[in-house]
């Protein structure tokens, strides 16, 4: 026990001597909290709309004012013809061109329907799709509005038959992303900040040559692994709770469930990271090479966490691999109880994972450490 | 001239002689690539539903089956308590419950008029968002079928013509996203502990005592990993086109251009880093913290700028690759030339010069 407690005060004063990196450790976590968390939203607004109108009626102008007063859609420019519109999305001004024909009136009481041209950038397909959504409410509006204007009120033949949806969001009514996003963050930056420092750990001592030393003292594996372990352990739970005061305080992330659940979770979870960590730092040699991989594995884990992009639109195949990677499961716990209030017997599932995997990786990480070169 | 071969010789024999890192350097972005490139996709496909029907009549039936029989959905339970929503919830699986209200079919036929609820678990509003407005099209469509004899007048018509990407395929957003991010990081990553790993082995000295110049030195580091980065690229952009079937719409030598732009833009940010840090850790701390969730959230990689607050739409138009995809986008989707895209190009060239202008400046020739 004596030995576990000299190694944990020398990982502590090594940690705090190194002017350099407290800052990197605990300011830029939490700055990238402050900031990063308002950047992640997949709301579509700002839309960057344009016009060609060739009608020039009080009907194509009415049209165009819906647009206007629309929240979606910010009116860039009207264009006097469509190789000019053309081009400007091509350039990136715009990214919908409305085109509406010449004679909108004339025809709509000839013909009884109106085509118009309409043309999104859809790059990004997802948002094209919300936006073609946008688009469609604010023409069948129009028609309402132009059916009354053309001819009186609405016959009272019957109503058609209507079903009526009523959308209702539980949990985040204003579908607000900070809510979603910021404890989703927090646990990026715990994850990266705990697996970068225990991967750099051990294998600093080779290649600066310390190991040695430690080598050969009497100190047994698994408490040199332990002594390794617990700095990193308080650094993330230190980490944790600075975010989630920030994430209550400045974003008002509703805490619905027990706080001690999500802290004993966490408690298991960051030794899975630390383990992962040391296991990469026992098997390279340099501090780049276990930084590559830690980098390898930290890349999937973010964009297979299902933080970002939904996991069950993934291919069967990603699912599984998904299942491997310890961050999903924290970001499902921390959004089961945080924001839906999930208790014990509802998080078991992931708790157990979480538990079985910390089990296996520190066991590796005690395995591959050899106290012989 | 020949010392400052000799200088590049030397880097390139302590990249290649650690074979390991080797391996990773090209191994990982194509791993990366691959699984990148099929599992992330922002669309939504098989969300898991529940039904609660309190009237279980032939419409309630019909609607429900042409849920089920959508994409988007698959039915996974029934409830049959509004209680029971709660704790379905809770479990995390289910993502939104159908809530039919009594004598569905009777109301409808009486009245013309029926409601259902949708309700979703807006824990994640994107997914709540989408489930919704995809549930109510489908309830829209099956409302006009019913109302097919009923003829509508005086109607503008939208025909929208999705450009660039007319199947709206995620592959298109995502592949150059996900390529500028393994450059910007592989490149940043490598060259940042560089100058760092000799102070920190002790080998600066030598560097600081020979006549090389400070810039001389710089460069000659940049080199060698510009090499090794084209290749990744190289190896990348294959892959897209094959792999992922991405288009190259415009010229395939500007694309070349613009890489090697970029990858000599993170490489000196990199050893930006690495003469501003004293030790590998700290280096590589920056490189890694500093870098990666910027990158990947201010890039418009997954989140359009467009929609965020407007100081991080000024903040992002610093993160290069933010500009970098721009260019990737115009190119291979738009097929638009140097004359669409110069104003990129010019930045990514005036941040490349503006990181080794201060690497240079930075760069200590005496020990401390």
């Excluded at chain 1, 290649?207 to 050969?216: D, F, K, S, W």
């Amino acid at each position: 026990m004596k030995r576990i407690g000299y190694i944990i005060q020398k990982e502590f004063r090594q940690i705090f001597r190194n002017k350099a990196m407290l800052p990197i450790i605990f300011v830029m976590p939490l700055i990238q909290l402050l900031i990063l968390s308002n950047a992640a939203t997949f709301e579509v607004k700002n839309i960057k709309f344009s016009y060609i109108d060739h009608d020039h009626t009080s009907a194509s102008r009415s049209l165009i004012e819906k647009f206007e007063v629309s929240s979606y859609f910010n009116v860039i420019s009207d264009f006097p013809s469509a190789s000019l519109a053309n081009s400007a999305m091509l350039n990136g001004e715009v990214d919908v061109i409305l085109e509406i024909p010449g004679n909108l009136e004339r025809d709509l009481v000839k013909d009884k329907y109106v085509k118009l041209g309409i043309a999104i950038n859809a790059i990004n397909g997802a948002a094209a799709g919300v936006e073609s959504v946008y688009i469609n409410q604010i023409v069948r509006d129009f028609n309402k509005a132009i059916k009354v204007e053309l001819v009186g009120q609405p016959q009272s033949s019957g109503p058609p038959i209507s079903i009526a949806t009523i959308p209702l969001f539980w949990y985040n009514e204003t579908l607000n992303y900070k809510t979603f996003m910021v404890p989703g963050i927090l646990v990026m930056l715990v994850t990266m900040i705990t697996l970068f420092l225990s991967g750099m750990n051990i294998v600093r001592e080779k290649e600066i040559g310390t190991l040695e030393q430690i080598n050969v003292t009497p100190i047994r594996k698994s408490q040199f692994i332990i002594g390794k372990l617990f700095p990193f352990w308080v650094i993330g739970m230190a980490l944790l709770s600075i975010g989630l005061i920030i994430s209550k305080l400045i974003f008002d992330v509703p805490m619905v469930g027990s706080l001690a659940l999500m802290y004993f979770y966490t408690s298991i979870y960051i030794l899975v990271v630390l383990g992962i960590g040391l296991f990469i730092s026992n098997y390279t040699d340099t501090q780049q090479q276990a930084m590559f991989i830690a980098w390898f594995f930290m890349v999937i884990f973010i964009l297979m966490s299902g933080l970002f992009t939904p996991i069950e639109s993934m291919p069967g195949w990603a699912q599984i691999i998904t299942e491997f990677n310890p961050v999903k499961y924290f970001v499902e716990v921390m959004r089961m109880v945080m924001l839906k209030g999930s208790n014990l017997e509802d998080i078991l599932p992931q708790l157990l994972k979480t538990l079985v995997y910390a089990l296996a990786m520190n066991g590796l990480a005690v395995w591959s450490y050899k106290k012989t070169t | 001239m020949k010392r400052f071969k000799g200088f590049v010789r030397k880097e390139f024999y302590h990249i290649f002689r650690d074979k390991r890192s080797l391996f990773i350097l090209f191994g990982m972005p194509i791993a990366q690539i691959l699984l990148f490139g099929f599992a992330i996709t922002n669309e939504i496909n098989n969300v898991d539903i529940a039904v609660l029907d309190h009237s279980r009549d032939a419409t309630t039936g019909e609607i429900i089956n042409k849920i089920a029989a959508s994409k988007y959905f698959s039915i996974n339970e029934f409830i049959e308590r509004e209680t029971d929503i709660e704790s379905v919830f809770q479990k995390g699986k289910i993502k939104a419950v159908l809530n039919f209200e009594k004598n569905f079919s009777r109301n409808l036929i009486r009245d013309n008029t029926a409601t259902i609820q949708i309700i979703t678990d807006a824990t994640d509003p994107n997914t709540a968002n989408t489930i919704s407005n995809y549930t109510s099209s489908i309830l829209r469509n099956y409302q006009q079928e019913l109302n097919r004899d009923i003829q509508l007048a005086y109607q503008v018509l939208p025909e929208i013509r999705m450009v660039y990407n007319p199947e709206l395929k995620g592959v298109f957003m995502f592949v150059p996203g996900v390529m500028t991010i393994i450059l910007m990081l592989v490149s940043a990553m490598m060259t940042s502990i560089s100058i760092t790993r000799e102070k920190e082995l002790g080998t600066m000295e030598i560097l600081l005592v020979s006549p090389l110049k400070p810039v001389l030195i710089i460069i000659g580091k940049v080199v060698p990993y510009i090499f090794l980065s084209v290749i990744n690229a190289i190896v990348i952009i294959v892959l897209s086109i094959f792999v992922f079937k991405m288009p190259i719409q415009g010229s395939l030598f500007l694309l070349g251009v613009e890489s090697v732009l970029f990858i000599i833009t993170s490489l000196s940010l990199g050893i930006l880093i690495s003469t501003i840090s004293t030790t590998q850790q700290t280096a590589m701390m920056v490189s890694l913290m500093g870098l990666m969730l910027p990158t990947i959230l201010l890039s418009g990689f997954i989140f359009p700028i467009s929609s965020m607050p407007v100081p991080l739409q000024v903040i992002s138009n610093i993160i290069p690759a933010k500009w970098f995809i721009v260019l990737l986008k115009g190119i291979m989707l738009k097929g638009v030339g140097i004359v669409y895209l110069w104003k990129e190009t010019l930045l990514l060239f005036g941040m490349a010069l503006f990181f080794i202008v201060v690497s240079v400046r930075k760069y200590k020739i005496r020990l401390e």
